[in-house]
């Protein structure tokens, strides 16, 4: 509790000083100490589990732009295990990484793919995202450099204080650059966890992305069976084509 309440003593004493000094190309020093706390709890982590519920806008060639909404529940554990599970009106799939190989699983075309994986969970998010072409929803939460990429890739991060996102209280920033927009909102209790972020791609009609966390359980005992691919019968293995090179 004293943590807490000297930290929300700084949040008041820094954006006080940096009401005045907020321009455009301007860093909050309010915004960057939320971010790190927020990315320093998500480190400390030894496992979690969370559900995002998304929604995307995307150009159909038929009707234009549209909405596309999905679910994923996420599941960490350490620094070499994941599980991903998504539904949504793209259909529903999943990802097991056990530390030495990761499976994808397509439900509605019942077949599956097992490829050799590096020996972290960020080492293989980084994999599957350049050499296949595949997201892993929210990740970027969970780099150690989280805060020093923001500001690597945004000229202007702004604090822009407290709102109400459903039943909790979030700190809300707002980073900026001349391709895209992004806003965060952290809650304000003693644990900093995500609320929701959005994106605006500002050279792509303001096509817009946007994620909500819920169900957050922190260092839960997970069983090692859930990161392990068994499988559904009659299930086809097939084989995907790299894109490019593995990152080094």
Known sequence: MKKFFLFSCMIIFLHSYSQEKNQEGQVDPVAVLILDKMSDLIGDLES?????????????????????HSTSTMIFDGPDKMHVHRRGEKGQDGFWYNGEEVSYYSYDQNNFVRVAAPETTLATIDTLNVVYGTEIPAADFFYPAFTDDLLEAFPTILYLGKKPVGEDNCYHIKASNDEMEVQFWISDQAYKLPIRYSIVYKNNSNMQYETHFSNWDLNPVIPPSVFEFMPPKNAKSIKILAQTNPPK
């Open 48 to 68: 979690c589990t969370f559900t995002l519920s998304t929604r995307q806008d995307i150009n159909d060639p038929d009707h234009g732009w549209v909405t596309q």
